[in-house]
């Protein structure tokens, strides 16, 4: 039996919305980080899970999320992109791939990521069915999230496929 190894990267970037919008929430990983500024998406946004549903579209070479749930239709209107991710780790299986695990970077100045870290493992864990890391980091005042304009996430994953 042959195991063949893919790997897969992911990348996602969403803008603050402006000072003014204080009902838009901020959602990274699945978790409501309460107080702090919302991120501009058609979707609610989520950085987090949308990177991570990229790496494994990616490393399944199924293309990526933008094809599979378009921002023009508007059933993913605000849509919980747990479930989206949830949906594409589904995909994943359908071709006949096993996901081993995925870890995120999140870069931003805020919020620390780290108040919320273990819970956001456990959520986007659970919707992927496979072990999933966060990790944050700041920008170091360095560019647009360096000034605090956004929050950006890299994110790798591997999956496997046996015959
Ligand atoms: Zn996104």
Known sequence: MTIRVRVG????????VDASDTQRQLILGGVHYANERGLVGHSDADVVAHAAAEA?????GLG?????FPDTDEKYKNVDSIKLLQLVAKMARDNQFEIGNVDCSVVCEQPKISKHRDEMQRILSTAVGS????KGRRAEGLGALGRKEGIACWAVAVVTQGN
């Open 131 to 134: 072990p999933v890391t966060v």
């Open 9 to 16: 990267q992911g990348f996602d970037i969403h803008r603050f």
């Open 64 to 68: 990526n999320i933008g094809e599979h």
């Open 56 to 60: 494994i579209l990616g490393a399944c």
